[in-house]
Nanobody
Framework: QVQVVPSGGGLVQAGGSLRLSCAAS????????IGWYRQAPGKQRELVAD???????NYADSVKGRFTISRDNAKNMGYLEMNSLKPEDTAVYSC???????????????WGQGTQVTVSS
């Protein structure tokens, strides 16, 4: 059974940094994609960043240059380094992994629990 466990949320002042971690387990195959969404009250859910098993990255325009996503395939972990945080970054962040077995025609997305990130001014 695939399990996705996030960690690293918390409270930080504007301009500070946090690192979110996402530990994925339960598969003998690589996780094709690891990433994070976020959602603030009254706002639409937003894809923050994701990274493929080959290292290709994608970022929301609002976080480019401030956030860095990475992964450690040996440890089956993904990381979201968040720097120069702004109050607008306050949201519940949810990590996910996409798993597609070799030869499969489709994959499955697995979600971790949401973790609160609060940036004070």
């Amino acid at each position: 059974q695939v399990q996705v466990v996030p960690s690293g949320g918390g409270l930080v002042q504007a301009g500070g940094s946090l690192r979110l971690s996402c530990a994925a387990s339960g598969s003998t195959f690589r996780f094709n994609v690891i990433g994070w969404y976020r959602q603030a009250p009254g706002k639409q859910r937003e894809l923050v960043a994701d990274i493929t098993s080959g290292g290709s990255t994608n970022y929301a325009d609002s976080v480019k240059g401030r956030f860095t996503i990475s992964r450690d395939n040996a440890k089956n972990m993904g990381y979201l380094e968040m720097n120069s945080l702004k109050p607008e970054d306050t949201a519940v962040y949810s990590c996910f992994v996409d798993l597609r077995q070799p030869g499969a025609i489709y994959g499955t997305r697995y979600w971790g629990q949401g973790t609160q990130v609060t940036v004070s001014s």
